[in-house]
């Protein structure tokens, strides 16, 4: 399968909204949420998003249209290290149209989703838009001890610091 475009997803989530005359609201993450954010380098072949309902028969749809996708309704939960608190109520909407409502996590909520996993291409992505939104790292940090003080206490948690000083380390 060929990279995906944010326009063919976004047009696919109309289209599911036509059909069922579900209301959708999709929170965008990942390398395709990376394309809203301005990145031209952007390539994915699968769709990363929180949706509020209806993931399952989302999923399907999505499926049978030949888009892979990890949909949840909590994102917040795919890692030991939650997103800071209020990441919802934060995010910006990107699309809009009836019953459709797509957004995007605010820049230092997005740089913390990337570091949580940590792999060089997330270092590389969170790097794109800490620069690109000029988020600093007094904010950075700020979002991640937000993160840190909602999460269960686990050893994880001093890996994600350590990803986070190497982050910020990386930015200066």
Do not use: C
């Not at 954010?37 to 994915?44: C, D, L, P, V």
């Not at 000029?134 to 840190?148: C, E, G, R, S, W």
């Not at 269960?152 to 350590?162: C, E, Q």
Request: zero cysteines.
């Amino acid at each position: 399968m060929s990279a995906l475009t944010l326009d063919h997803i976004l047009t696919l989530f109309e289209e599911y909204v036509r059909q069922t005359g579900q209301r959708l609201e999709v929170l965008l993450i990942g390398r395709l949420a990376l394309y809203a954010y301005g990145s031209s380098e952007a390539r994915t072949d699968d769709v990363d998003a929180e949706l509020a309902q209806d993931v399952e028969r989302v999923s399907a749809f999505l499926k049978q249209h030949g888009v892979p996708s990890n949909l949840s309704e909590n994102i917040s939960g795919w890692s030991i290290v939650s997103l800071p608190p209020g990441y919802r109520d934060r995010a910006t909407v990107l699309h809009e149209r009836e019953n459709l409502r797509v957004a995007l996590l605010e820049p230092a909520d997005f740089i913390i989703s990337k570091l949580r996993r940590g792999t060089e291409q997330d270092f590389a992505d969170a790097e794109f838009v800490a620069r690109r939104y000029v988020v600093t790292n007094q904010k950075i940090q700020a979002a991640a001890d937000a993160a840190l003080a909602a999460s269960p206490k686990d050893t994880a948690l001093f890996v994600f610091r350590k990803a986070v000083a190497l982050f910020l380390q990386r930015l200066e």
